[in-house]
């Protein structure tokens, strides 16, 4: 499990699961400094030392969309295997037991909470920079200075669990990160989040590199 | 906690940025990629790109734009003009565009809008409109095309509504009347407008100084504040405005 390359640019698979506009997350990690592959490849995925689970649109339809592509076993397995895994916007969500948005849908249920529209009392979607409320301590956050902004572009939101480690606050606290052991997941987009975005892509790609040379 | 949204605009032709940029420190006034990184250092939250091209054989070019921009820019950028299938839409957002703005597609086939909200999620689907007061009215607006050149007979107030009901995640209002003009947002449209959507309206048209973009919010109720001209030439950058914004107690992401 986990590849480092020679070059030392660790080899992160970012989950193809064929809906459009997958594309900016994998140019992200590929700007600090991962070998990043948009595939569907199980082997890939196998000799990754990291897997990213991305997801734009809906809940409904992504969930359909990484079942149709059996990639919600191959996610679960990943993710059982101990290999670092990040969920972002979308494939945050699909991470939690379900949705409002598509109550007839199972999401992968590695988080407990369910995804719940935000409150009528402010502008759906949330379409804005927000500052980043760190509720705890975690590598994901590190390094990002006292204000911290990134890009929100979302209409639901997970309940708060012991898995939040940041909030931000959007007619109240809304689940902005959570992790739980090898798991990461941003309800913001790093990828569209400028230099801050960008350190948190950086503080996973660390984390995947550092996890794959303890198994090597 | 709401943050208004600062977003400067670029005017680009086959792929060049045209309408005179004239930075310091840029070393090709044409290239996309340059002044979207320049505009990002600025503090620019978003990026609106406003396709001009004439040819329909050149779009490609724009594709390949929008593929470089994503590449090299990570701040969300959208882009409008000559959008009118979902298929366009698809290679835009596939290139790395994070929306697409749609406008005169959106009148002639008012679906269209529901087609790529469906298809991509509303977050991505932007609804231009531009507008006209109907004889100098402050209270009756009416949607123009081709550069506020051709009447539509829509009501404005009418239509953003009814592009919500279809989907739009996002409305961008330039008012035709101020647009140039360097007098200030219309302030009366732009009220009207927010008041009659849920969803986030971008305001644009008539920016000449940082003022008149604390008035489009504070009075106007605009979401996010777009402009042009100010940006480019270098006469205020994107940190001034969120200086003044902050100053005028608007909350906005603090400049780099």
Redesign the interface.
């Known amino acids: 499990m986990g590849t480092v390359q020679a070059e030392g640019r660790p080899l992160l698979a970012v989950l193809d699961y064929g809906i ?2 997958l ?2 997350a994998h ?2 990690f590929s ?1 600090v400094g991962a070998d990043t592959r948009l595939t569907a490849d199980r082997g890939l995925i196998a000799d990754a030392c990291g897997v990213v689970l991305p997801g ?3 809940f409904g339809p992504c969930m359909r969309a990484l079942r149709a592509a059996g990639l919600d076993e191959v996610a679960m397995d990943r993710i059982g295997a101990g290999v670092p895994f990040f969920g972002i916007c979308i494939g945050m969500q699909m991470l939690f037991a379900g949705s409002e948005e598509a109550p007839d849908i199972d999401g992968l249920g590695v988080f407990n909470e369910s995804v719940r529209l935000l409150p009528d009392t ?4 949330q ?5 980043l409320n760190a509720t705890t301590e975690h590598p994901m956050l590190a390094d990002l200075g006292d ?1 911290a ?1 990134v ?1 929100f ?3 639901y939101a997970a309940d708060p669990g012991e898995e939040v480690i940041a909030t ?3 007619g109240g606290p809304v689940t902005a990160a959570v992790a739980r052991d090898n798991v990461w997941a941003a309800q913001f ?1 790093p ?5 801050t ?2 350190r948190i892509l950086s503080n996973f790609v660390a984390y995947a590199s550092a996890a794959a040379k303890v198994v090597a | ?5 600062v977003i400067p605009c670029l005017d680009v032709d086959a792929a060049r940025v045209v309408k005179g940029i004239n930075f310091v420190d840029i070393r090709d006034a044409g290239d996309p990629v340059e002044l979207a990184a320049a505009y ?1 250092a600025q503090g620019a ?1 978003e990026l609106v790109f406003l396709d001009i091209t004439a040819s329909s054989d050149q779009r490609d070019t724009t594709v390949q734009m929008a593929r470089a921009v ?3 820019v ?3 950028f959208t882009i409008g003009g000559g959008i009118r299938t979902v298929d366009d839409a ?1 290679r835009l ?6 929306k697409v703005s749609v406008m005169t597609a959106a009148i002639k086939r008012p679906v269209l809008v529901t087609e790529i909200s469906r ?6 689907c932007v609804v231009a409109i531009d507008a006209r007061r109907v004889n100098g009215s402050d209270d009756a607006f009416e949607v123009y095309t081709h550069g506020g050149r051709t009447r539509t007979g829509i009501d404005a107030l009418k239509w953003a509504s009814e592009v919500q009901r279809l989907g739009a ?2 409305i961008l209002l330039t008012s035709m009347d101020t647009d140039g003009t360097k007098d200030g947002f219309d302030i009366p449209l732009t009220a009207a407008v927010t008041a009659a959507v ?3 309206v971008i305001a644009s048209g008539g920016v000449g100084t940082l003022q008149h973009m604390v008035e489009g919010v504070t009075d106007g109720g605009a ?2 504040v777009l402009a042009a001209s100010i940006f480019h030439f270098g006469e205020h950058t994107v940190a001034d405005a969120k200086r003044v914004l902050a100053a005028n107690g608007v909350t906005v ?2 400049p ?1």
Not at chain 1, 122 to 125: A, D, I, M, T
């Open positions: 459009g506009n594309h900016s140019k992200g700007q734009v649109g809906a402010v502008k759906r979607p379409i804005q920079w927000n500052r204000d902004w890009y572009v979302h209409s931000c606050d959007y987009h990828e569209k989040s400028g230099s975005g960008l | 906690m709401r943050a208004i949204r990002d939250d994503a590449d090299q990570f701040i969300p698809r957002l596939m290139a790395g565009a994070d298809e991509f999620g509303a977050q991505c995640g996002e849920d969803i986030p979401d996010a992401r603090p780099n």
